[in-house]
C-alpha cells in the first residue's frame, strides 16, 4: 500500500453512503499551485507591466485566493477519481465535498460524501413460489367487446320532422346570463347528448323536444364548488339555441356486420377472433401479474438500502406520470401528499426490481445481441407505423439504443423467472 493509499481513507457510512477522507501532500498542492499562478502571471494585465510580465509575488498578493480554488477545482477532482476506481465505485449523484482544509505550506485536507448503488445478496431465486393466474373469457365479456365494435362503428343520422328525444346528439348555441350583474356570458357552441347523466338537469328538461331554430330558456344555480369558476356560485339564466338534431344508429350484429367490421367470413368468425384476442390479452396478463409476484417474493427476501437520491429522483418522475394522467388543474393539498407518498412506494418497488433484475442477469450471464435489438426496432416500428429506418434515426439521436437493450435483458430475466417458478 502506498503513502497516498495510507492517506486517503474509505469510510462505509451504510450499503449506499460512502465517505472518503481525501489528503492531497502539500508538495502536490504546490506543485499546482505553482502551475496555475504561472497560467495568471501569463494572462493577467497589471498597471505599469506589458500583458504576462507582471512579477509572480505581485501576481501572487493580489489573485492568491483565486488561485487556491482553481488548484482545488483541479486536484480534488483529479485525486477522487483516482480514488473512486482504485476502490471499484460509481457515484449515483454529485459528489459533495465537505470541511475543506487547507493552508499554504500544509496538506489539503477534505471529505467527499457520495452515494452508490448498493450490494446485496440475492435468494435462491430458481423456485419461488407463487399463485396460479388463470386465463380465461366467458361469453359476456365477449358480447361487451363487439358492443364496443358496433359502437365504434355507429353512423350518426341528421333528424327532420321531430324535436329531441333522449340519446340523440344535438349540435347546439348556449347564451348564459348572471341574473345578479346582469352580464351575458360568451356564447358557447356545443354538442350536448340530450338526456345524459353528466348534463344539468334543467339543460336535459329544457331540450326535451325541442326542434331546430327553436329557442328555450332555462335556469341553474350553480354550487360555489362548479369545476367553471365563472358560473360557480351563480345563477345563470341560459338560452338554447338547436341547430341540427342527429340519431346515432348502431348497425345490427350480424353476418353483414361482420364482414364489414373487417376481414371475417361471419358473425362466428368475428366472434371467434374476439375471444382468442381477449384470451390472448388475459394470458399477458396472467403472465405480468406472475412476473410481478415472483419479483415481490424475491424481494420479500432481500435486504436492499436504496440511494436517497436515486430514489427522489425515480419518485419525481413516477409523481409527474400520477399527476399527467390525473389531467386535474388543481389538486387539493392533502391528495398531493397522498399521491407522494403512492409515488415514492411505486418508486422503491420499480427500483429495487431494477436492481434484482440486473443481478440476476449478469449471474446467469444473460446477453442480448444486435440482431436482437434489430428485431425489436422492427417490431416497434411496425407497432406504430413507422419506416424502420426512421425509427433507427430516432433512437440514434436520442441515445436509446442502450435502453432497448437493458428492456430486452430484463426481458429475458423475468421469462427466466416465470419460466423457473413453482405455480400453487
Not at 500500500?1 to 465517505?19: G, W
Not at 467527499?112 to 365479456?141: G, M, W
Not at 341547430?243 to 348497425?251: A, R
Amino acid at each position: 500500500m502506498s503513502e497516498q493509499d495510507k492517506k486517503n481513507r474509505l469510510l462505509d457510512k451504510s450499503p449506499s453512503r460512502k465517505e472518503i477522507e481525501l489528503e492531497i501532500p502539500s508538495e502536490e498542492v504546490e506543485r499546482e499551485y505553482m502551475k496555475v499562478l504561472g497560467d495568471y502571471a501569463g494572462r493577467v494585465k497589471l498597471p505599469g507591466f506589458r500583458k504576462g510580465h507582471a512579477p509572480k509575488d505581485m501576481v501572487r498578493r493580489l489573485f492568491d485566493h483565486d488561485i487556491l480554488h482553481d488548484v482545488y477545482d483541479e486536484l480534488v477532482p483529479k485525486v477522487l477519481g483516482e480514488e473512486l476506481k482504485a476502490h471499484g465505485l460509481n457515484p449515483v449523484n454529485v459528489p459533495e465535498i465537505r470541511d475543506l482544509r487547507h493552508e499554504h505550506g500544509q496538506a489539503l485536507r477534505c471529505t467527499v460524501a457520495f452515494e452508490v448503488l448498493p450490494d446485496f445478496d440475492l435468494p435462491d431465486y430458481r423456485s419461488v413460489q407463487v399463485q396460479e393466474h388463470q386465463a380465461a373469457v366467458d361469453e359476456a365479456e365477449v358480447e361487451k367487446a363487439l358492443e364496443e365494435i358496433q359502437a365504434r362503428t355507429a353512423e350518426y343520422i341528421p333528424v327532420a320532422g321531430r324535436g329531441v328525444a333522449d340519446g340523440d346528439y344535438v349540435a347546439a348555441e348556449i347564451h348564459g346570463k348572471d341574473l345578479n350583474t346582469k352580464r351575458f356570458l360568451p356564447v358557447e357552441k356545443a354538442v350536448v347528448v340530450a338526456g345524459h347523466s353528466d348534463n344539468e338537469p334543467a339543460l336535459n328538461e329544457a331540450i326535451k323536444g325541442q326542434k331546430p331554430g327553436e329557442e328555450r330558456v332555462f335556469r341553474v344555480s350553480h354550487g360555489k364548488d362548479h369545476a367553471n369558476k365563472r358560473v360557480a356560485g351563480k345563477e345563470i339564466e341560459y338560452t338554447l339555441k338547436v341547430s341540427e338534431i342527429k340519431e346515432k344508429k348502431i348497425p345490427e350484429l350480424n353476418d353483414e356486420f361482420a364482414k364489414a367490421a373487417g376481414d371475417y367470413a361471419d358473425l362466428s368468425d368475428l366472434k371467434g377472433k374476439v375471444r382468442k384476442e381477449l384470451l390472448e390479452a388475459r394470458e399477458r396478463a396472467g403472465r405480468n401479474a406472475t412476473a410481478s409476484a415472483v419479483l415481490r417474493e424475491i424481494a420479500k427476501k432481500v435486504s436492499l438500502e436504496l440511494p436517497e437520491s436515486v430514489l427522489e429522483h425515480e419518485t419525481l418522475s413516477v409523481l409527474k406520470r400520477m399527476l399527467s394522467a390525473a389531467r386535474q388543474p388543481r389538486i387539493p393539498a392533502d391528495a398531493l401528499e397522498g399521491l407522494k407518498g403512492q409515488a415514492r412506494g411505486q418508486a422503491v418497488e420499480h427500483l429495487t426490481n431494477h436492481l434484482i433484475l440486473e443481478k440476476i442477469a449478469r449471474q446467469e450471464g444473460f446477453e442480448v445481441s444486435d440482431e436482437e435489438i434489430q428485431s425489436e426496432i422492427k417490431a416497434l416500428a411496425q407497432a406504430n407505423g413507422v419506416p424502420e429506418k426512421y425509427l433507427e434515426d430516432v433512437i440514434a439521436r436520442e441515445n436509446r439504443r442502450e435502453e432497448i437493450q437493458e428492456t430486452l435483458l430484463f426481458r429475458k430475466t423475468v421469462d427466466f423467472l416465470v419460466k423457473n417458478a413453482i405455480i400453487k
